[in-house]
């Protein structure tokens, strides 16, 4: 039997919690991210009060800089500890498949002088269709087509674009660029981005509607990914038979691989929390795991170097973390993590080389406190450990700390 009979694992996407020991090796706008920390700077700049995290343990985190997050608690009803990253990157993909038991040696391709010509002539030439020049870049997903989607709706060029991770990007209005169309062009240059020099993590339809001055992104978002080079604990469970619930981008990460029940995109965080919820309930999950990615973190508040913004959406969190646990059984376990870091006070506009936080709890635990600091893959070690299957390729258990 397992010790516990539901696990649930919560992606805080990019909430870092300090830089790591190898932090300066990477570079942010060509300042190493030895100086970045995700949640002190935030706390610093504008103030954070996350009560709820709080009494977890998350302010008990030992951490090297003299910035605290939260006070810390002196009688938390959880565990808590930092894990740091051992897979070369700091992107959404080798952050949660480094969770998943992974060890990613290479890392996936980014463009930050935007996509070689190459790759852009392919594109026009399968699609018909002429690419914006200008476009061809890192860029906000909003301000890319606040920028160029009136020059679209007059030309039918295609707006493709970067971003901090390995992605590229095509935001075409649904009324000049119908979906199918959108979907086809994204198909095609997932099919030429499958090895280096372009070795992509996500090709990312991004339809939108509306009027020059007002334009808003649909939810007929596609991510199209690559699928993990090895098998991940999220396979192991589905071959022995286990639930698996995917909440949010998880099942685009993990191209569907592994994972048996997808509850669908996220509107928003507080969607997201709806859905996870909504599958904690579920007659059906009586047994397994469930993976939630909220992103709203990192897409609408890290990259745009909002602290005000970022504290506010960890306050909503915060706020809603009571409902996530009155969704408990006795015998769950709830684990709240991020994937890496993104700093809003930091240089540039990409993610940072952070530790990240760990925090668990079951209303079964007797005890609480801090674990050993310890890698990202030890959390897919111990679902394995709990649930008796292998654990992928790196990883150690603490199933045993907690009790």
């Given at each position: 039997?397992?010790?516990?009979?539901?696990?649930?694992?919560v992606?805080?996407?990019?909430?870092g919690?300090?830089?790591a020991?190898?932090?300066?090796?990477?570079?942010?706008?060509?300042?190493?991210?030895g100086?970045?920390?995700?949640?002190?700077?935030?706390?610093?700049?504008?103030?954070?009060?996350?009560?709820?995290?709080?009494?977890?343990g998350?302010?008990?985190?030992?951490?090297?800089?003299?910035l605290?997050?939260?006070?810390?608690?002196?009688?938390?009803?959880?565990?808590?500890?930092?894990?740091?990253e051992?897979?070369?990157?700091?992107?959404?993909?080798?952050?949660?498949?480094?969770?998943?038991?992974?060890?990613?040696?290479?890392p996936?391709?980014?463009?930050?002088?935007?996509?070689?010509?190459?790759?852009?002539?392919?594109?026009?030439?399968?699609?018909?269709?002429?690419?914006?020049r200008?476009?061809?870049k890192?860029?906000?997903?909003?301000?890319?087509i606040?920028?160029?989607?009136?020059?679209?709706?007059?030309?039918?060029?295609?707006i493709i674009?970067?971003?901090?991770?390995?992605?590229?990007?095509?935001?075409?209005?649904?009324?000049?660029?119908?979906?199918?169309?959108?979907?086809?062009?994204?198909?095609?240059?997932?099919?030429?981005?499958?090895?280096?020099?372009?070795?992509?993590?996500?090709i990312?339809?991004?339809?939108?509607?509306?009027?020059?001055?007002?334009?808003?992104?649909?939810?007929?978002?596609?991510?199209?990914?690559?699928?993990?080079?090895?098998?991940?604990?999220?396979?192991?469970?589905?071959?022995?038979?286990?639930?698996?619930?995917?909440?949010?981008?998880?099942?685009?990460?993990?191209?569907?691989?592994?994972?048996?029940?997808?509850?669908?995109?996220?509107?928003?965080?507080?969607?997201?929390?709806?859905?996870?919820?909504?599958?904690?309930?579920?007659?059906?999950?009586?047994?397994g795991?469930s993976?939630?990615n909220?992103?709203?973190f990192?897409?609408?508040?890290?990259?745009?170097?909002?602290?005000?913004?970022?504290?506010?959406?960890?306050?909503?969190?915060?706020?809603?973390?009571?409902?996530?646990?009155?969704a408990?059984?006795?015998?769950?376990?709830?684990?709240?993590?991020?994937?890496?870091?993104?700093?809003?006070?930091?240089?540039?506009?990409d993610?940072?080389r952070?530790?990240?936080?760990?925090?668990?709890?079951?209303?079964?635990?007797?005890?609480?406190?801090?674990?050993?600091?310890?890698?990202?893959?030890?959390?897919?070690?111990?679902?394995?450990?709990?649930?008796?299957?292998?654990?992928?390729?790196?990883?150690?258990?603490?199933?045993?700390?907690?009790?």
């Open positions: 039997m397992p010790k516990f009979n539901r696990m649930h694992l992606v805080l996407d990019s909430v919690i300090g830089a020991p190898d932090a300066n090796n990477f570079v942010n706008a060509g300042v190493p991210d100086a970045s920390d995700t949640l002190g700077h935030i706390s610093k700049a504008v103030g954070l009060n996350v009560p709820n995290m709080a009494k977890l998350l302010g008990n985190i030992p951490r090297e800089q003299a605290k997050t939260v006070p810390a608690e002196s009688n938390p009803t959880g565990y808590a500890t930092k894990l740091e051992v897979s070369l990157g700091k992107d959404t993909m080798t952050g949660h498949w480094e969770i998943m038991g992974l060890n990613i040696t290479e996936f391709d980014t463009f930050w002088n935007g996509f070689p010509e190459e790759i852009l002539t392919k594109i026009e030439e399968f699609s018909g269709r002429k690419v914006i200008e476009a061809n890192p860029y906000s997903g909003t301000a890319v606040d920028d160029f989607g009136p020059r679209q709706m007059e030309t039918g060029e295609l674009y970067t971003s901090a991770d390995p992605v590229l990007q095509i935001a075409a209005h649904e009324d000049i660029i119908p979906l199918d169309e959108l979907y086809r062009i994204c198909e095609y240059a997932r099919s030429i981005t499958l090895e280096r020099p372009a070795l992509l993590g996500r990312i339809a991004r339809p939108y509607v509306g009027d020059p001055g007002n334009f808003t992104r649909t939810a007929n978002r596609r991510d199209l990914a690559v699928s993990p080079f090895a098998p991940t604990v999220l396979d192991k469970l589905n071959e022995a038979g286990i639930d698996t619930y995917a909440v949010g981008k998880i099942n685009d990460i993990f191209n569907g691989a592994g994972i048996n029940h997808d509850m669908g995109h996220n509107k928003s965080n507080s969607h997201g929390i709806d859905n996870l919820i909504k599958a904690m309930k579920s007659e059906e999950f009586k047994h795991f993976f939630t909220l992103v709203d990192d897409a609408l508040y890290g990259h745009r170097r909002d602290p005000h913004g970022y504290r506010d959406c960890l306050h909503e969190f915060d706020e809603r973390l009571p409902e996530i646990i009155a408990m059984k006795e015998d769950d376990l709830l684990m709240i993590t991020a994937d890496h870091g993104n700093d809003p006070t930091y240089a540039g506009t993610h940072t952070e530790y990240i936080p760990f925090l668990a709890y079951s209303p079964s635990f007797k005890g609480s406190g801090l674990l050993p600091v310890g890698h990202f893959a030890d959390i897919s070690a111990t679902v394995a450990d709990n649930f008796g299957v292998e654990k992928a390729m790196i990883g150690e258990s603490f199933l045993d700390k907690l009790v």
